[in-house]
């Protein structure tokens, strides 16, 4: 009469004498006990009169026995190791570019737009920094203003924003300038700079005064952080802007 064999992969003992390496070799199941010879499966016999019903997690396969004699066996199916594609630059440069169109970094211009429509205001009293006050209002004008009871008695206008002179600045440098002057307190922070001209004209040059305002990384909140007098009536401003350090 025909047999048929189902192996069922548990640790426990064999329940005939047929040893672990008479149904595998040593070198498959060797590293699951003691010894290589220690019962390492259940074998469980079946006639054709009562046939083995194999699950959907098994996999039919013929073994023969050291005397040549087959055996229809059902084992566990086993998952196949994907194999790995060698990662190279060009799939590298791919993962970068989809990454990008996934999410587009804002530009500083789109980080500070949030600027838009506010003014900041930073006082001098005589005792502390001098005569003059000043007033910037985002991509609008920059003031110089002397401040008397809460009125402004004097000004001069340091220039206004102008979108053709910002974009020509810009056109050949990289989104945020690692330009540096050295008399200026931030002169060592990275900026995107704005330009802002046709202000108030100066009596020493007999033209326009003119700014350029400088955005910098920093916390906690956007605010006037210094403004410096760079040659006659030509000045720099920088301003905090904590929205900026989201820039790489």
């Known amino acids: 009469m025909r047999l048929f064999v189902s192996l069922v992969a548990v640790f426990c003992i064999v329940c005939s004498n047929v040893l672990a390496d008479q149904i595998f070799p040593s070198h498959v199941a060797g590293t699951l006990g003691r010894s290589s010879r220690e019962p390492k499966y259940k074998i469980e016999f079946h006639s054709e009169d009562s046939p083995y019903h194999p699950d959907d997690d098994q996999e039919s396969v013929f073994m023969p026995n050291k005397d040549g004699k087959n055996f229809l066996c059902f084992l566990p199916k086993v998952e196949k190791t994907k194999t790995l594609k060698p990662v190279t630059q060009q799939n590298i440069s791919s993962m970068i570019v989809e990454s990008e169109k996934q999410v587009k970094l804002k530009t500083p211009d789109e980080l500070l737009e949030v600027l838009k429509d506010r003014c900041f205001i930073r006082l001098f009293s005589m005792q502390q920094e001098g005569w003059w006050s000043y007033e910037f209002c985002y991509q609008n004008r920059l003031r110089q203003i002397h401040v008397e009871e809460d009125k402004v008695v004097q000004e001069f206008v340091l220039g206004v924003y102008d979108e ?6 810009n056109q050949n440098l990289s ?29 020493l040059t007999n033209q326009p005064r003119e700014t350029e305002v400088r955005f910098v990384c920093s916390e906690p909140r956007a605010m006037i952080s210094s403004i410096t ?13 904590p929205m900026l350090c989201k820039h790489p």
Do not use: M, V
């Open 175 to 203: 989104d945020i300038s690692s330009l540096k002057d050295p008399r200026s307190k931030d002169a060592s922070q990275r900026y995107h700079a704005h330009q802002y001209t046709n202000g108030t004209q100066c009596d």
């Open 229 to 241: 007098e760079l040659s006659t009536c030509k000045y720099a401003l920088t301003i905090q802007s």
């Open 164 to 169: 053709e002179a910002t974009a020509a600045f």
